[in-house]
């Protein structure tokens, strides 16, 4: 089955730098990969996504590319402000309409003031 | 349109004893959800439904946890005899078929066993 592998665990920015977070699949049959945001007390929620038919794909300061070949896949949240400090997990999938998502560990994101 | 719906927020047991948590997906979304969530982890998928039908439950450990979704629209899960390594946040989500794994999460049942 798929396994998702996420890093780093934790990350500290200074407000207004970028911030990266990377992902590794294992199965080659996923092609849907979303990124969620968690904060404290709440459930996920989907901020972007991308799928394989697309390399890269940028939604005002957050962008995710996707390496197929060597199934990697990324967040990048660039001018980072306090509110983006939350949990972030990154998914894969392939994608249909009854397809399990399996989930990354997470990385615990903290922006500096 | 209205969210994931999930009750109770929070539940305190003692081990041995049973509990149930009960989710109200999205309307008209056909796919449901239950993950397991344990301090520090990502989510792990316990069951998912498509409509009031079983897709996948390989991870729910059958020999006390129990699924159902009644009509194909709200589901309960259910523990019993609860152990200490339950204690983890239960999260509920669904998706629309039309919108291929798109899914939304409730806020999640917190459960403690003691």
């Known amino acids: 089955g798929e396994n998702v592998e996420q890093h780093p665990s934790t990350l500290s920015v200074q407000e207004g730098d970028s911030a990266v977070i990377k992902c590794t699949y294992s199965?080659?049959?996923?092609?849907?990969f979303p990124w969620y945001k968690q904060e404290l007390g709440k459930g996920p929620q989907l901020i972007i996504d991308?799928?394989?038919?697309?390399g890269e794909k940028k939604d005002q300061r957050i962008a995710v590319t996707l390496n197929k070949t060597a199934k990697h896949f990324s967040l990048h949240i660039t001018e980072t402000q306090p509110e983006d400090s939350a949990v972030y997990f990154c998914?894969?999938?392939?994608?249909?309409?009854?397809?399990?998502?399996?989930f990354g560990s997470g990385t615990r994101l903290s922006i500096r003031p | 349109e209205a969210g994931v719906a999930q009750s109770p927020r929070y539940k305190i047991i003692e081990k041995r004893q049973s509990v149930a948590f009960w989710c109200n997906p999205i309307?008209?979304?056909?796919?449901l959800y239950w993950y397991q969530q344990i301090l520090g982890q990502g989510p792990k998928l316990l069951i998912q439904f498509q409509n009031n039908g079983v897709v996948d439950d390989s991870q729910l450990p059958k020999d006390r946890f129990s699924a159902e979704r009644l009509k194909g629209v709200d589901s309960t899960l259910k523990i019993q005899p609860a152990k200490l390594e339950d204690s983890a946040v239960y999260l509920c989500?669904?998706?629309?078929?039309?919108?291929?794994?798109?899914?939304?999460f409730g806020q999640g049942t917190r459960l403690t066993v003691v």
């Open positions: 991308i799928r394989s038919n697309v």
């Open positions: 989500a669904s998706s629309s078929r039309d919108r291929g794994v798109e899914a939304f």
């Open positions: 199965d080659s049959a996923s092609n849907y």
């Open positions: 309307s008209g979304h056909a796919t």
């Open positions: 998914a894969a999938s392939p994608y249909s309409s009854a397809s399990k998502i399996i």
